[in-house]
């Protein structure tokens, strides 16, 4: 790998890094050089998968669980106890549902917005000492959101509070990125279409659904993993110091 990719030396933190895009994520990251930390709520997924992905280089597991303010606590204070600084925050943890409007309950709006939105402002808050140690002129700590396309087009589909939370995590990506500079904190967020997870399996396993979802994407295909990966390689290693404030999509064009 060449050494503008590089991430040798460097402490990363991916949240939800036990399946779907965060495991994308993480592997990439440790094929690049990084020690990784994984985080979930489900304790057995988390040593599992940190096991798996430890063939790759140096992962850890963490469980957390990121539904209230508590939960992002507790993950910086474990976080404290095993590092000196962290380089690369990946907020990627994330939830969508799905109803019909005339239906769609308060409770699945205010959880998809606690854990899309407040719940990634929480562990910025709450890792910002660790990201501050990390950050220098010569190469900045770097924050990744994991936003979605559904935070810029209208096509939302039946999950109403999903869009407007990618949209208002967007929004703070771009208010934090303008405020974190002056301490050498890059923000940028990454804004998938759509790529295989447990999020998108009741596509992926539908092939009606998969055909109509799949003929709205310009490249007429779902993302692979190694295409997330070597984008969050190059938003974490030199290929991405002098970057913030940007909303990436990587969509096949379905943003077009
Ligand atoms: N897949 C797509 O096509 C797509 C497109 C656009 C954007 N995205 C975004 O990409 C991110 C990852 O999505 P995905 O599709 O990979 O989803 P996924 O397969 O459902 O994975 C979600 C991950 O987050 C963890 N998680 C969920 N709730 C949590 C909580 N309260 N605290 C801590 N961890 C929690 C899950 O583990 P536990 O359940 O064990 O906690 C899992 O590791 C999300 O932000 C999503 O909105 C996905």
Redo the contacts with the bound molecule.
């Keep these: 790998m060449h050494s503008y990719f590089s991430l040798q030396g460097r402490t990363a933190l991916v ?10 994520i993480a592997q990439g990251l440790l094929e690049a050089g990084a020690r990784v930390f ?5 304790a057995e ?2 040593h599992e998968t940190a096991s798996e992905l430890s063939a790759f280089g140096e992962c850890h597991a963490l469980v ?4 209230s303010e508590d ?1 992002a606590k507790a993950l910086a204070a474990a976080l404290e106890q095993r590092i000196e600084q962290l380089d690369i925050l990946v ?6 549902w799905g109803a019909p409007l005339e239906s769609y309950p308060v409770k699945g709006w205010e959880k998809v917005m606690q ?2 939105v407040t ?1 990634v402002f929480s562990c910025i808050q709450q890792l910002l000492p660790l990201l501050r140690k990390a950050g220098n002129d010569a190469s900045p700590a770097r924050v990744i959101n ?5 935070g810029i087009t209208s096509h939302g589909e039946d999950a109403y509070a ?1 869009g407007p939370s ?1 949209a208002a995590l967007h929004q703070l990506s771009r208010m934090l990125a303008r405020e974190l500079v002056a301490e050498h904190i890059n923000v940028n967020v990454i ?10 399996r009741f596509i992926a396993n539908d092939p009606d659904a998969m055909a109509r979802d799949t003929a709205l994407i310009p490249m007429k295909r ?2 692979r993993g190694e295409e997330m990966a070597a984008l969050a390689i190059s938003l974490a290693s030199t290929a991405g110091a002098y970057m913030t404030g940007n909303i990436i999509p990587i969509d096949g064009g379905f943003h077009l």
């Design positions: 949240t939800g890094g036990t399946r779907g895009i965060g495991r994308m994984i985080c979930a709520r489900d997924a988390c957390a669980d990121l539904s939960g907020n990627n943890a994330g939830t969508t854990l899309n719940s994991i936003g979605s396309v559904a999903y990618k804004a998938p279409g759509r790529f295989p997870s447990k999020m998108t779902w993302g």
